[in-house]
């Protein structure tokens, strides 16, 4: 049976004679004993849970900073994937906008290349055109000079 305090202090106990009633203050001493038994075994449980949590606690806390570390670390290395990543962007970007430009400059060289060489057998064609007229009309002057020649013999005749 637990007691509690306000209990113990209004225990009303018989008197004799000579003072109280032994049976009566040997069973409150009995009751008061087995209430501060059972208190103390109740606190020595809670000192044990207070420690066990403290105990979980302390290895939460633990938990929490380890995840907290890690967050920061995952967090700076996505900050570094992000700046590396950015760089090697630039690098390839810049790498492109290079070749573009070759591209391009080579693309200008082969043009002007062409158009010299279209340039160069235009002349050429023109050339060859004022040869080909030239041996036409040297052609057709031996022609008309044979036929009359021919013409000529052949009224002489």
Known sequence: MSLTPVEIRHVDLGRRPLGYDRTA???????VAASFEHVWRERADL???LEELESELARQKELEQALRNTLLSAERMADDM???A??????????????????????ESERERIRTEIRRLQEVETGVR????????????????????????????
Do not use: K
């Open 82 to 84: 992000r700046t590396q």
């Open 25 to 31: 203050v040997d069973e409150l001493l009995a009751d």
């Open 86 to 107: 950015r760089r090697e962007a630039d690098v390839i970007v810049a790498e492109a906008r290079s070749a573009a430009r070759d591209i391009a400059s080579g693309a």
């Open 47 to 49: 000192r044990d849970d």
């Open 130 to 157: 004022a040869d080909y007229r030239a041996f036409l009309l040297a052609a057709l002057d031996r022609l008309e000079s044979d036929t009359e020649e021919r013409r000529a013999g052949h009224q002489a005749a």
